[in-house]
């Protein structure tokens, strides 16, 4: 059970990350506090290049937004301790308690990101008429990660106050970067699941009714996310036409191409374009176009043929106007695989909490991508097991659309579940 | 012979405008003082919407843009007796002198506007050197419009100080937004030439040598600029991808398909997709689509060829996508045949003048597109003469290049040739 | 259990169809010694037009290539009283016996049509050793329909020697046209089976394993297939270009663009453009173009939408090059969803025979298409019970391949449980 | 003057020309018939490989095609003392006569070859009603090239009876396979025009009208005649779609990316993708696509550029679709600038004719391609001069047309011409 002053400051550390939101590797503010929270109930830190490995950043702004960005931080309420560890954006943490008795290695993950969204300023839009919108422009929690990053706070409490009662070592990792699914890959790669036994990965929402429990969501798509730019020649599109090399005709071509690339007989894919822009002029043959591309795979095999035909496609257009063309990889997610042990705890623990109606073991609907599942591949390589489990909320309004708000039960439900775990996998191993 | 002082006041001018330029239907400063100049020589002014039909001016800026404008025109120099006549935007002038005598109707006509282009500040760059360079960001005379006004200004000083020595009506038009081919047909509408019997445009530079004149520029090519948009439905691209309505991919093989325009076998064509701008995020259906068209022709004919080419495969493209298109009009020019008995009087001019080395009757190099063209169709038809002539200048990189200027002296030997034209023309008229 | 005797008749009457192929709605030959036997064993018949519904027949060739066809079958081997039912190329056959007792209507249906392939005459291809390779150049039974039609037949000797211990009504369904899904409509909109309790079709091979069997085969996509012609104008590619009207292009810009229709949340999709011919010379602009285009989706529904689709995307891409166009559906089916109830029956029925190593319940592997699936629609609308089952066989090579060859051993194994469930529909009503 | 006896002749020769009909590199019966008249006529004859290089023949037809066609023409009325030269399909010939006095070496050019078209059958088609309509289906002079080869025939027969006014050498080059502009290129390659002063090459009609002459045609682009082939690899486009490698989609991109290839500032170009045949079945991921292409330009360089592109684009859509690729250059022609010295002779005797109502002497109209540009090229590099002349017949309706026909006064009034020029080049040399 959540005990009431717990639950009120759940409410509180969310209302304070929503204001402030802060998107991906620019989690200054967010972090530092976290941050300054985990030292003060007893966690060891490890954080930012300690946790991230910096050539695995993948989308990471430059170093002139990062740097405009840390001084908004300090100047809207960072913790001045902790900032130094996240100046350069990599705002990743990892917060261990080591019990010190026998027992497993227990991680959960939260993520911190917020997103390029306006956020409503409706009347009766609840973060408005509660006085905690966001004060950014174009900035806001609009996916939930402000209750992760609480329920993740939480979560160190209930450990923190309960310690005697757990065994073996937990570690909660804050994660930078999610959308996009950019972050992850750096952490694992700084290997900070290597020694995990049991990783939890979760999120509220996504289409699961408050008081609903998914243990295990299989639904996660693989993806790639990549940036691609042609680079040609220009010159006058009535005096020399002819001179031109058409940056803009390669990218048309490459996107409608793209958009054609096969179907898959073992499983869904997906292709999307979503931005295109190109030219300098009306009347100068385009010499540049810059594409913002994303393929999905129900598995990462599938995922891979779609990339590799994304490839050979971008290749080919570049060839065809002798342009030539980059192509960045900005963001990546694995497909997902719970482990039905892991998830069969999860299962037991919703079932027992009183504030759950429901909870159903597993779940293939497809729902987006999500780069945990680096952390949750690497764990289960590795010979332990894995989840990604899904807490009920009543939405306001979808996932990523301005009126996004969550019910702010699910945070103290989601804890209780959460603590619930850490404590059956203790028990769970030492009656082993 | 331009006498001294003139020589000095038209290179004065000429850098007055170039360090305030002003772009398209903007160019409030530069008419302001235009028209001041104008009254005090003691010709009849009309201005504004008394000679520009507004449902006529092609991709002219929005009112907040123009007022924006408006502002800084009057701190930075505007005549602040005449602004009130170009405070929406409809900056065009035609100043006349009645001689009250009988003879011919002459129109000249001289274009200010300047180019989206940011300036040189190379210390090789003349105007930079000579610290006349432009005081905006991104806003410069790159084309020699700043000198086409001072040459009108000089040819309204001669004809002033010789009135009697001329004969019928003089009409000076100083037009807006040439670039873009966007003014002229405005003018056009309103009437200002219907009384004309010979109309001379002119243009320094555009690849004839220091020296050199062009008596009949035949080159250009009728044009049509279009701003195509398309309106989609964004969705979800990993969810949801089947309910958006793709924009994009209508764009992309509009794109394709406009580029696969037939050529004609009448004469030359051209098309050009310069820019093209979709998207609102890599994860998101695009519904957003914005491409900068332009068409030419050898002929207005093929010119309307292509043009209806394009509004087919816009249409169908949008049919395919189940999307909304516009496709709005932003320029225009004509084909262009100048009328060889007044090429020959300006051919004649030049050749009588010492500081000129050689003159060609007429050339049909392709030098892009010229909505004086509008002009000159106007005055034919009703049975007037009209060329396009060109006056060489040694140029120190070519026109719309961030290091273009043109050699001062060419000013005023234009405006020789220009004035001798008008001399002519009363006496080919009187002894008629 | 099938006898000795009947299982001589199966792989001859197997063999005698094998050498004689014949197309969709050209099975004039087959279809006169299926309806010959029929009689014989007395069921009733109905046949031709009596049964097919001709304006719900889809790619039906023309008269000529049926009324040739029609010479070689009387040629070859057609039974003579019975052409004249088929001689328009409506080979269909509804073969019923009544048993004049109460009970349900049992119908099985199989298909007769062979395929447009060349058959091996390698000489390790079985049926060339055994000399029942066909007898004619580019037709071949390469699918496994001449053992469907020997089965039915054989299952029409079973119910006729053995009457007495059935009961209710047995409709034997022999289909034409099940290549390119065109035939079951036309028969299903001729009522064929508007009074069915029960509908089993079947189909030997398709990836099972001789010995095993599949009791609902549900993997079946929903397609549309569909030829698409573009009508233009020609002119010479030199001299008047801009006079075409280029099919060719609209063909192009349609193929790809049909190629990228967006992918499905909701089940999976397919798009082919199979085949694409068009102009008639080099330096002619082609005025012509016809294409072979196929969808296909997990449900009838996302094939609609995907059909849909292509009609937009034809439509917009005619308008783009303002040549007509045609789309003629040329075959159809529906995606399939058997019925448990029934399908546990054919289950039991296998897992009973000696013959059968292993039978599966439900099997939703992506298996292609069938029209089997109009029947099944059909009957479950009316409160009756479908299945689609698999007979599994030694595969010589797949299906559709020159090589292609089954063990016929198949044969007897599928009648048997065929026939068993027969048997038990009567039972199970009659026990109700 | 011609005399009545050739007049007569030259119809003849025409007609039996006309009703057997032979395409390029097939004008075995034409060739052994021209051939044996020059050889009565005392001629010189090269023939086959020795005026033809195997390697530059372009577009030529298998062996197999060849062979059959060599039977048609041996029961055709083919001279069979000289087939074996032609056997091969090196149709062609050249004929010398050296006066064995001092003077140029002037060479004309005839052209033998028939078109692919069905001719009319009509009966206000002036060939049907008087009995010489084409006897073959499918095959029609329908260019005039019958009209060519007698008035060759009539010029070596004038030649012949006037040797001995004539000086120098004469050579009579009868071309195969102008139609796809194959054979003049191998023709040059085997050095038959390398020591000439004089080339003279000639059509009937093309636009001008009956008794006008054009002595020098410059209006023809240079062209190249490209068959392109993609080869993919099939699959199942319901069961295994991501396997296939698809060889229609590589061919559409490729057509409309070449249809897109930019205009060129310096002259006009065409492109032209005149067929495409794809696909081997509905259901199959198509492996096979192939495309018959032209280019043309204003000037060689100009074709060469719009060449270069489609090999780019060709390349680049094979890199896409990772399939392979080949093209194979099936025609050339090079563009054409008369020599004004030799082109002013020509005139001259147009001029001189009483036949010729008017004559002209240049014409730049685009009129398609050749490939006697090759000779002219060849000539003109060599320091000698070459012109093209038209002369102007009436037309029952356009080249290339089923209905197609010359008026046969045009034979005598070219051929005069011709052999005035032959008169006039001798003493034109002999004088010098």
């Known amino acids: 059970m959540v005990h009431h002053d717990l639950s009120e400051k759940l409410i509180k550390w969310r209302r304070d990350f929503h204001q402030y939101p802060e998107t991906g590797f620019l989690e200054i503010r967010t972090a530092s506090i976290v941050a300054s929270i ?240 190109a030219g300098r002029g009306r009347n100068i043959i385009p010499d540049n176009a810059a594409l913002k591309v994303e393929t999905r795979g129900a598995t990462s095999e599938i995922n891979d043929y779609v990339k590799k035909q994304v490839e050979s496609i971008v290749d080919g257009a570049a060839t065809m106007y002798n342009v030539d063309y980059t192509i960045d990889l900005v963001g990546e997610g694995k497909s997902c695989t719970s482990s039905r042990e892991l998830a069969s705890i999860i299962h037991e623990c919703a079932q027992d909490s009183d504030a759950i109606i429901n909870s159903v073991l597993e779940s293939n609907e497809s729902t987006g991508s999500e780069d945990a599942t680096f952390f949750m591949e690497k764990v289960q390589k590795n010979g332990g097991l894995a989840t990604y489990c899904i807490f009920g909320t009543d939405l306001a309004a979808g996932h990523h659309n301005e009126q996004f708000d969550i019910n702010e039960e699910t945070l103290s439900q989601a804890l209780e579940i959460l603590y619930d775990s850490c404590i059956r996998l203790c028990n769970v191993n030492t009656s082993k």
């Open 38 to 277: 985990l030292d003060q109930l007893g966690f060891e830190l490890e954080m930012g290049k300690d946790v991230m490995s910096p050539e695995h950043c993948m989308g990471k702004p430059n170093d002139m937004v990062t740097r405009q960005h840390l001084e908004w931080a300090l100047e809207n309420g960072a913790n001045k301790d902790y900032t130094a560890y996240f100046s350069e954006g990599y705002t990743g943490i990892v917060a261990t308690l080591d019990t010190n008795k026998n027992g497993p290695t227990i991680a959960y993950r939260f993520d911190m990101d917020a997103l390029d969204i306006h956020e409503s300023d409706s009347t009766d839009h609840f973060p408005f008429k509660e006085g905690f919108r966001s004060t950014l422009e174009n900035k806001m929690h609009a996916c939930g990660h402000d209750a992760h990053t609480s329920i993740g706070l939480g979560l160190a409490s209930l450990i923190a106050e309960n310690k005697d009662n757990l065994c073996g070592k937990i570690k909660l990792i804050f994660q930078p970067a999610e959308e996009g699914t950019r972050g992850a890959k750096s952490m694992v790669e700084a290997n900070v699941v290597s020694d995990v036994d049991y990783f939890i990965a979760s999120h509220v929402g996504i289409g699961v009714s408050q008081g609903h429990v998914v243990a295990a969501n299989n639904g996660y798509l693989a993806t790639s996310k990549m940036d691609i730019s042609f680079k040609g020649f220009a010159s006058h599109a009535g005096g020399d036409p002819e001179k031109g090399k058409n940056a803009l005709l390669a990218a048309a071509t490459a996107t409608l191409n793209m958009s054609a690339i096969s179907r898959h007989s073992q499983g869904s894919t997906r292709i999307n374009i979503g931005e295109l822009h």
